[in-house]
Structures are given as C-alpha cells and as structure tokens.
C-alpha cells in the first residue's frame, strides 16, 4: 500500500513563507505525476501545483504561479510546495495526490493516491 503523508503547515503572517512536504512511502513507489491540491472552507478543491514525476514537467494555477514552486527528490519519494509571498486567500488545507499512470488533464488526473492533508493559515 502506498501512502502520503503532508507535513509542513502552520500559521503565518501574509507575506511569509511556507515549505510543504508530501513523502510518498510503502515498499515500492512508482508515480506518474504528483500534484499539490488545496481547500478553504466553502471553497472547491483546486489544484494549485503539480509535477511530473520523470521529467520535471510543472503546471501551476494561475493563482499561485510565481508564488509557489512544486519539486521532487526522486531519492526520497518526496514533493516538495515552497510558497512565497503568501495571502490570507491561500488559507487552506493543502493535500497531495499521485497518480500511478498517465494523467488526461492536470486538474482530473486521475490520482490514485491521497493524503491526509496539512493546514496552512495565512493572517493578516
């Protein structure tokens, strides 16, 4: 069984700085792509970042490009979601997903894995 767990959350004042970690664990992990999705409280689910997990391919949301960087450490089986510049709007809380084989569209996927998620909340 594969699982993921997120750490890295926490509160922050807007304009700060947050590193998440999703690490990827079981016996064996193979993964197409990885992809960071977030959710505030009346809010979908949107994803904000993801990653192929070969190549390096990046797709970031509109609302976050030049803020948030996605990467791997293909050593460790870990993603990595450095967010800069953060907003009261990025409160959420921040799952990752994984997919085993090829994805149709960054947003659908589909993922095959899931984590449990880590709160980020960013104050005024």
């Known amino acids: 069984q594969v699982q993921l767990v997120e750490s890295g959350g926490g509160l922050v004042q807007a304009g700060g700085s947050l590193r998440l970690s999703c690490a990827a664990s079981g016996r064996t992990f193979s993964a197409y792509a990885m992809g960071w999705f977030r959710q505030a409280p009346g809010k979908e689910r949107e994803l904000v970042a993801g990653v192929q997990w070969m190549v390096g391919s990046t797709y970031y949301a509109d609302s976050v490009r030049g803020r948030f960087t996605i990467s791997r450490d293909n050593a460790k089986n870990t993603v990595f979601l450095q967010m800069n510049s953060l907003k009261p709007e990025d409160t959420a809380v921040y799952s990752c997903?994984?997919?085993?084989?090829?994805?149709?569209?960054?947003?659908?996927?589909?993922?095959?894995?899931w984590g449990q998620g880590t709160q980020v909340t960013v104050s005024s």
């Open positions: 997903a994984a997919a085993r084989e090829y994805i149709t569209t960054w947003i659908s996927g589909p993922y095959d894995y």
